[in-house]
Structure formats: C-alpha cells, structure tokens
C-alpha cells in the first residue's frame, strides 16, 4: 500500500502531538492553583480536565477517517494550553524579566 504525503505530515503530527500533550497535562497538573486566577486564566481543575482528556483523545483517536474531527479538536485544546495558558502562568509565577 502506498501512502501520499497527507498521511505522512498527519503521521509525524499525530506522532508529536502525544508528547506535546503530555507534556501540557503533567504542566497543568504541577501548577499552584492560585496562578491560574492571578493569570485570569480558567482554573487548575478545568485546565487539567482539558488537557488530560486531550491527551486520552490523542491516544485513542488517529487523525484518519471518522475520528479526525476529535483528533483534532483534542490537539488544538493542548496547543491552546501551550500556546496561551503556559506562558500567562510562567509570567505570573516568575514576574516578568525586565
């Protein structure tokens, strides 16, 4: 069977979106509570509901056939928390560097 180019970049994707979504619960999980709201941001519970269940998703979900939709609906919920959550928290925790 040969596969096209689609099912390759969706491979390597599906591949780094589990550890990416690992990566994003275990974050949310070690996060003091109170950073969530000092960073007006949902709470620890919601965020660690999301991702955690993002990543379940991820690893049952592949990105072909009927499941895409929730395969990719769960990587954009981790990508959200990494792209938006993470860095309001870091700053919150740490200050700002200048």
């Not at 994003?24 to 950073?35: E, M, N, S």
């Not at 056939?65 to 990587?75: E, N, Y």
């Not at 919920?77 to 870091?90: E, F, G, M």
Request: with cysteine; net charge positive; charged share 15%.
């Amino acid at each position: 069977m040969t596969y096209g180019l689609d099912y390759w970049i969706l491979f390597a994707i599906w591949c780094a979106g589990m550890p990416v979504g690992a990566f994003a619960f275990l974050h949310a999980l070690v996060q003091r509570a109170d950073a969530y709201t000092a960073a007006d941001r949902m709470t620890k519970l919601a965020w660690s509901l999301i991702t955690g269940g993002g990543l379940v998703a991820l690893f049952l979900f592949r990105p072909q056939g009927s499941t895409f939709i929730l395969w990719m609906a769960a990587l954009v919920a981790v990508l959200v928390y990494i792209v938006d959550v993470r860095p309001k928290l870091n700053e919150v925790q740490r200050g700002n560097r200048w």
